[in-house]
């Protein structure tokens, strides 16, 4: 079996091969065919690479085999953002009066997938603590047809039990669906732990470098090629340079997890023991709850934490903005770091009611990069003690 970085710079080299090293990209709309019988076998080809860009890429069809490679799946695709990713498969596998679960703590554009688009739609939802399985097991109904989770979860860090979930649910003949951002496939497989389709927010962490929007998907060909027929009708197209460039960053990915890792553990250490912090969310600490199930089913714990400040939306603003290397983003997964107060980033997503049961006012997500670890761990610590200056 080869090696992860072994497989992400060769997984897609049987696809459209030349003698480029670098693989050349395909700016094009659309491909010619020799024949009719051609035109005709790519106008329906799931997936495909050379009939309209709309329907597949060579670029695109690049990534998805060192995608599908590394979540250890049959197959993958891609599609213009992670939202899109999650809208287009929820709109592919359920349909008016299914029922579909999914977690409390979750991403704010997940949930308002949940709580919003989909009751409009004539699907009912019901939203569960990931952390008791048998609370998903409840929720069950003769209806429900999918199961969306994500683990860790965007942005308190919550576990979910993948195996246990998913068992329960091949029990009952209902999909799951997990997203994968946070912790990469290097740190975690959902597939092998009996998920049916994993996803991403490629903007993230298989970029790497906060220079493209991207989302993908991962699981059998079968599901998948049901994907890509609504795929067609969405129209989420990924365009081939994004494409290119995602493939150029997840070269990679192998060689960033492994600091991402250490340097998020190293921030929960550090900032769990500052009195202006009254709790860190980080399933590497050996306090966290689940720290015995995220190691179970996690390589890594990853380089994302949420940090809680006792003195609510005011503490955390002021941590924020005393921080000088990490930035205040929207987004994370990059070789920078980047801080941001979820609360007021998901105020678009959600109702102020949905929010307030979200997530706590004084909570600041940082997402550490790739820097050195004693820069970042001195830069946090710092800003934590102007928080506790001031509040004093």
């Known amino acids: 079996m080869l090696g992860k970085s072994t497989v992400t710079v060769h997984a897609d080299r049987g696809i459209h091969p030349s003698h480029a090293v670098a693989p050349p990209i395909y700016q094009t709309a659309a491909f010619s065919a020799e024949d009719a019988a051609g035109f005709a076998a790519g106008a329906v080809e799931p997936r495909g690479r050379d009939f309209y860009t709309r329907f597949g890429n060579p670029n695109h069809a690049q990534v998805a085999a060192v995608v599908a490679a590394l979540e250890g799946t049959e197959a993958a695709m891609v599609t213009a953002s992670g939202m899109a990713a999650l809208t287009t498969a929820v709109l592919a596998l359920v349909s008016a009066g299914d029922h579909v679960i999914g977690q409390r703590s979750t ?179 050996a306090a966290h709850p689940q720290h015995q199930l995220a190691a179970d089913q996690m390589d890594g714990f990853g380089g994302v934490l949420g940090i809680e400040f006792a003195d609510g939306y005011e503490s955390a603003d002021a941590f924020l903005g005393h921080l000088r290397h990490p930035r205040r983003s929207a987004s994370l997964g990059g070789v920078e770091s980047l801080a941001v107060h979820p609360a007021s980033m998901w105020a678009g997503m959600l109702s102020a009611e949905q929010l307030t049961e979200a997530v706590p006012p004084g909570l600041v997500r940082l997402a550490a990069g790739t820097e050195d670890t004693d820069d970042l761990v001195a830069d946090a610590l710092a800003a934590a003690d102007s928080v506790r200056a001031t509040a004093s």
Do not use: M
């Not at 890509?228 to 060689?255: C, E, M, Q, V």
């Open 107 to 285: 991403y704010g554009g997940t949930a308002s997938v949940l709580l919003n688009l989909l009751p409009r739609l004539g699907v009912s939802t019901t939203l569960v603590d990931q952390r008791d399985p048998e609370a998903l097991e409840k929720a069950l109904t003769a209806r429900t047809r999918l199961i969306l989770l994500e683990t860790p979860s965007n942005p308190l860090l919550h576990i979910t039990d993948l195996r246990a979930v998913a068992e329960v649910a091949r029990a009952h003949d209902v999909l799951t669906l997990a997203d994968n951002t946070f912790a990469t496939p290097l740190n975690q497989r959902p597939a092998d732990l009996g998920v049916d389709v994993v996803w991403h927010s490629a903007t993230k962490y298989l970029n790497g470098h906060s220079d493209v929007s991207a989302g993908v998907l991962a699981g059998p060909a079968d599901l998948l090629n049901r994907i890509w027929d609504t795929s067609l009708l969405t129209g989420a197209t990924l365009g081939p340079i994004d494409a290119w460039l995602l493939l150029r960053g997840i070269r990679t990915l192998p060689l960033r997890v492994p600091r991402h890792n250490a340097n998020g553990l190293a921030l929960a250490e550090a900032l769990s023991r500052h009195p202006a912090v009254r709790h860190v969310h980080y399933p590497g600490l």
